[in-house]
């Protein structure tokens, strides 16, 4: 008698145990869901001269985002690329090599540097000399007569990088990057990003300001649109201002648009992201990628 009663009572802590376990692994939130916790929302009114304010654009969802014919890592293709063009001075040679590094882990593809192409290469036709008087490169010339014609067979991306000033068309006064969603190409200036003279104080300012632009252009080659749902490195941007005030982070919905195309493990990807903030002392993007890896702990 008192055996049946131990057996029925084992049985009834037996199932209520199951039906905790069950409900809180329902509970568990996965990773973007956690990590949305700390998205900082955009305000409903852009100021004015800000890119959202100038630029009337579509909130790109992730089911649009699946839609759209993009550009993807596939087994033989999946190399990044970046091609220098200019002069280069060993800083400028260290940011470029920093870059490299960065966006190995924040794409978490194999990236490859091309050897330096010389200014030689672009023709006179191509240039002008802008409002504040130096010399400026035409971005699209960069990447169609010069970039696609040198992608790399088994480059799903060829990023350009040139210390030359850049503008898209003449009634425009610069471009920090452009890129082309079709052919997997893009450039990225850093003139700008260092006043002109990149030096030992500026060097982690216009780094940062280098590993946003690149991971920018190169998330549009991806298919991603200027993202609307959050404070990310997808926004647009109209001025070093705004890029500044802009985190190198994706936001939740930029990851998951990201993540479904290379299918990295995300953990992975915040720790080597840690380490990569950590040893260049960029303490506020440090402070983010801490607080995400806080939430899926």
């Not at 699946?66 to 690329?81: A, F």
Request: net charge positive; charged share 25%; with cysteine.
């Amino acid at each position: 008698m008192n055996q049946g009663k131990y057996n029925v009572t084992s049985l009834f802590f037996y199932a209520a145990l199951f039906i905790l376990l069950f409900s809180c692994q329902k509970q568990k939130k996965s990773y973007l869901e956690s990590i949305a916790l700390n998205d900082i929302k955009l305000s409903a009114s852009p100021k004015p001269g800000s890119w959202r304010y100038n630029h009337d654009e579509h909130f790109q969802t992730f089911e649009d985002f699946q839609k759209l014919k993009k550009i993807k890592p596939e087994p033989g293709k999946s190399t990044i690329y970046l091609q220098p063009i200019g002069t280069f001075d060993e800083l400028q040679k260290k940011e470029i090599a920093l870059t490299k590094e960065y966006l190995k882990i924040y794409f978490q593809l194999e990236i490859k540097i091309l050897p330096v192409l010389p200014n030689t290469i672009f023709p006179e036709k191509i240039k002008r000399i802008s409002k504040e008087g130096n010399e400026q490169i035409l971005a699209g010339y960069v990447l169609d007569s010069i970039l696609i014609k040198r992608k790399p067979k088994d480059a799903v991306v060829l990023m350009g990088i040139t210390e030359k000033d850049l503008f898209p068309k003449p009634e425009w006064n610069y471009v920090f990057g452009l890129a082309s969603y079709e052919q997997g190409v893009g450039v990225t200036s850093m003139y700008r990003f260092a006043n002109g003279h990149l030096t030992d104080s500026n060097f982690n300012e216009s780094l940062l300001r280098l590993i946003k632009i690149s991971s920018h252009e190169i998330g549009h080659m991806f298919g991603i649109s200027h993202c609307l749902n959050a404070n990310c490195v997808m926004n647009g941007t109209n001025s070093l201002t705004e890029t500044d005030y802009h985190l190198a982070r994706a936001c939740s919905l930029c990851q998951r648009k990201l993540n479904s195309s290379i299918h990295y493990e995300n953990k992975k990807r915040l720790i080597e992201l840690k380490g990569f903030f950590e040893k260049q002392h960029l303490n506020t993007e440090l402070s983010l990628v801490q607080q995400d890896l806080n939430l899926i702990k």
